[in-house]
Protein backbone atom coordinates (compact mmCIF):
# COMPACT_ATOMS: atom_id res chain seq x y z
CA UNK A 1 0.00 0.00 0.00
CA UNK A 2 1.18 3.47 -1.28
CA UNK A 3 1.80 6.32 1.57
CA UNK A 4 -0.86 8.16 0.59
CA UNK A 5 -3.07 5.34 0.90
CA UNK A 6 -2.38 4.65 4.04
CA UNK A 7 -2.97 8.08 4.91
CA UNK A 8 -6.27 8.55 3.31
CA UNK A 9 -7.26 5.55 4.51
CA UNK A 10 -6.83 6.53 8.29
CA UNK A 11 -8.41 9.83 7.74
CA UNK A 12 -11.67 8.44 5.89
CA UNK A 13 -14.10 8.24 8.20
CA UNK A 14 -13.21 11.92 9.70
CA UNK A 15 -12.78 13.07 5.99
CA UNK A 16 -16.52 11.94 6.06
CA UNK A 17 -17.99 14.43 8.26
CA UNK A 18 -17.01 17.54 6.11
CA UNK A 19 -19.22 15.64 3.35
CA UNK A 20 -22.35 17.94 3.48
CA UNK A 21 -20.63 20.88 3.79
CA UNK A 22 -18.36 19.97 0.30
CA UNK A 23 -20.26 19.29 -1.70
CA UNK A 24 -22.51 22.29 -0.87
CA UNK A 25 -19.64 24.30 -1.70
CA UNK A 26 -18.54 22.58 -4.53
CA UNK A 27 -22.34 23.41 -6.00
CA UNK A 28 -21.93 26.42 -4.87
CA UNK A 29 -18.49 27.24 -7.32
CA UNK A 30 -20.24 24.89 -10.06
CA UNK A 31 -23.31 28.02 -9.97
CA UNK A 32 -20.60 30.27 -10.35
CA UNK A 33 -18.22 29.01 -12.76
CA UNK A 34 -19.66 25.12 -14.59
CA UNK A 35 -20.77 27.01 -17.45
CA UNK A 36 -17.70 27.40 -18.29
CA UNK A 37 -17.30 23.68 -18.82
CA UNK A 38 -19.28 24.01 -21.59
CA UNK A 39 -20.52 20.22 -20.39
CA UNK A 40 -24.09 19.12 -21.35
CA UNK A 41 -26.34 17.72 -18.63
CA UNK A 42 -26.02 14.03 -18.41
CA UNK A 43 -22.36 13.84 -19.40
CA UNK A 44 -20.06 11.39 -18.22
CA UNK A 45 -17.42 12.53 -15.15
CA UNK A 46 -14.38 10.47 -14.32
CA UNK A 47 -13.54 12.08 -10.63
CA UNK A 48 -9.68 11.15 -9.86
CA UNK A 49 -9.28 11.11 -6.44
CA UNK A 50 -12.69 11.21 -5.49
CA UNK A 51 -12.13 10.74 -1.48
CA UNK A 52 -15.42 10.20 0.31
CA UNK A 53 -17.40 11.58 -3.21
CA UNK A 54 -18.41 15.00 -2.24
CA UNK A 55 -17.08 16.14 -5.49
CA UNK A 56 -18.75 13.63 -7.65
CA UNK A 57 -22.35 13.77 -5.46
CA UNK A 58 -22.22 17.62 -6.54
CA UNK A 59 -21.91 16.73 -9.95
CA UNK A 60 -24.46 13.94 -9.85
CA UNK A 61 -27.04 16.47 -8.41
CA UNK A 62 -26.12 18.86 -11.50
CA UNK A 63 -27.24 16.13 -13.84
CA UNK A 64 -24.04 14.38 -14.41
CA UNK A 65 -23.06 10.40 -14.71
CA UNK A 66 -20.60 10.05 -12.02
CA UNK A 67 -17.69 7.72 -11.46
CA UNK A 68 -15.40 8.21 -8.62
CA UNK A 69 -11.77 6.45 -8.68
CA UNK A 70 -9.64 6.40 -5.11
CA UNK A 71 -6.32 5.01 -4.09
CA UNK A 72 -8.05 4.53 -0.64
CA UNK A 73 -10.27 1.79 -0.25
CA UNK A 74 -11.81 3.24 3.01
CA UNK A 75 -12.29 6.42 0.95
CA UNK A 76 -14.35 4.85 -1.58
CA UNK A 77 -16.57 2.80 0.57
CA UNK A 78 -17.29 6.14 2.29
CA UNK A 79 -18.69 7.33 -1.25
CA UNK A 80 -20.25 3.77 -1.98
CA UNK A 81 -21.96 3.92 1.35
CA UNK A 82 -23.52 6.94 -0.10
CA UNK A 83 -24.60 5.24 -3.27
CA UNK A 84 -21.90 7.20 -5.91
CA UNK A 85 -20.24 5.25 -8.20
CA UNK A 86 -16.63 4.86 -6.72
CA UNK A 87 -13.89 2.22 -7.23
CA UNK A 88 -10.21 1.90 -5.91
CA UNK A 89 -7.89 2.40 -8.39
CA UNK A 90 -4.35 4.04 -8.55
CA UNK A 91 -4.83 6.73 -11.91
CA UNK A 92 -0.92 6.84 -11.71
CA UNK A 93 -0.55 2.70 -13.01
CA UNK A 94 -3.30 3.81 -15.77
CA UNK A 95 -7.22 2.60 -15.43
CA UNK A 96 -8.80 -0.14 -17.10
CA UNK A 97 -10.79 2.27 -19.02
CA UNK A 98 -10.56 2.74 -23.39
CA UNK A 99 -9.10 5.94 -24.62
CA UNK A 100 -11.98 8.79 -24.55
CA UNK A 101 -14.34 7.20 -22.32
CA UNK A 102 -15.14 10.24 -20.47
CA UNK A 103 -16.48 13.85 -21.68
CA UNK A 104 -14.87 15.43 -18.63
CA UNK A 105 -11.79 13.99 -16.02
CA UNK A 106 -11.32 16.08 -12.97
CA UNK A 107 -8.85 16.07 -9.96
CA UNK A 108 -9.93 18.29 -7.29
CA UNK A 109 -7.55 18.53 -4.56
CA UNK A 110 -5.13 16.17 -5.68
CA UNK A 111 -2.20 17.78 -7.78
CA UNK A 112 -0.43 19.43 -4.25
CA UNK A 113 0.20 15.63 -3.15
CA UNK A 114 1.61 14.71 -6.22
CA UNK A 115 5.56 14.84 -7.26
CA UNK A 116 6.13 16.73 -10.74
CA UNK A 117 6.37 13.42 -12.39
CA UNK A 118 3.38 12.09 -11.01
CA UNK A 119 1.93 14.94 -11.92
CA UNK A 120 2.72 14.20 -15.60
CA UNK A 121 1.65 10.68 -15.16
CA UNK A 122 -1.77 12.14 -14.26
CA UNK A 123 -1.74 14.52 -17.02
CA UNK A 124 -1.40 11.68 -19.33
CA UNK A 125 -3.60 9.74 -18.16
CA UNK A 126 -6.70 11.85 -17.99
CA UNK A 127 -5.61 13.17 -21.27
CA UNK A 128 -6.19 9.65 -22.72
CA UNK A 129 -9.51 8.99 -20.72
CA UNK A 130 -10.94 12.81 -21.81
CA UNK A 131 -12.93 13.40 -24.84
CA UNK A 132 -11.40 16.36 -25.10
CA UNK A 133 -12.23 18.37 -21.35
CA UNK A 134 -10.07 18.23 -18.40
CA UNK A 135 -10.54 19.59 -14.53
CA UNK A 136 -7.78 20.61 -12.27
CA UNK A 137 -8.91 22.08 -9.16
CA UNK A 138 -6.50 22.55 -6.37
CA UNK A 139 -5.40 25.02 -3.43
CA UNK A 140 -4.37 28.23 -3.43
CA UNK A 141 -2.65 30.74 -1.35
CA UNK A 142 -5.27 31.17 1.45
CA UNK A 143 -4.73 27.93 2.94
CA UNK A 144 -5.96 26.99 5.98
CA UNK A 145 -4.20 26.05 8.90
CA UNK A 146 -5.82 22.49 9.63
CA UNK A 147 -4.78 21.66 5.72
CA UNK A 148 -1.44 22.32 6.55
CA UNK A 149 -1.61 20.04 9.89
CA UNK A 150 -3.18 17.28 7.71
CA UNK A 151 -0.28 17.51 5.37
CA UNK A 152 2.53 17.72 7.46
CA UNK A 153 0.74 14.65 9.39
CA UNK A 154 0.95 13.18 6.22
CA UNK A 155 4.63 13.77 6.08
CA UNK A 156 6.61 12.99 2.22
CA UNK A 157 3.32 12.38 0.41
CA UNK A 158 3.08 16.31 0.44
CA UNK A 159 6.81 17.49 -0.14
CA UNK A 160 5.59 19.54 -2.95
CA UNK A 161 5.56 23.06 -2.18
CA UNK A 162 2.07 25.32 -0.53
CA UNK A 163 2.12 27.55 -3.73
CA UNK A 164 -0.87 27.43 -5.60
CA UNK A 165 -0.26 25.37 -9.16
CA UNK A 166 -1.47 26.12 -12.32
CA UNK A 167 -1.86 23.05 -14.74
CA UNK A 168 -2.24 24.22 -18.52
CA UNK A 169 -3.35 21.61 -20.45
CA UNK A 170 -3.31 20.59 -23.72
CA UNK A 171 -5.96 17.87 -24.23
CA UNK A 172 -5.51 16.97 -27.72
CA UNK A 173 -2.00 16.13 -27.96
CA UNK A 174 -1.43 15.55 -24.29
CA UNK A 175 0.76 17.72 -22.81
CA UNK A 176 1.12 19.76 -20.07
CA UNK A 177 3.42 22.33 -17.88
CA UNK A 178 2.76 23.76 -14.55
CA UNK A 179 3.65 26.95 -13.12
CA UNK A 180 3.98 28.46 -9.69
Same mark, same amino acid.
Given at each position: ???? #??? *??????????? *?????? &?? +??????? &????????? &??????? $?????? #??????? &????????????? /??? !??? %?????????????????? %?????????? /???????????? =??????????????????? !???????? =? /???? !?????? /???????? +? $????? !?? $?????
Amino acid at each position: MTAP #ARL *FNRIAQVYSLF *FKGQVR &GY +RSAFALH &GDRLGLARG &GSVLDVG $CGTGAF #ARALELE &GFQVTGIDIAEKM /VRQ !GLR %RNLDCLPGNVLRGLPYPG %RSFDLVSAVF /VLHGLRMDERQA =LFREASRLSRGLVLFHDYN !GARSIAID =L /VEWL !GGEIFS /VSLKQVWM +R $CKVSS !GM $CRSST
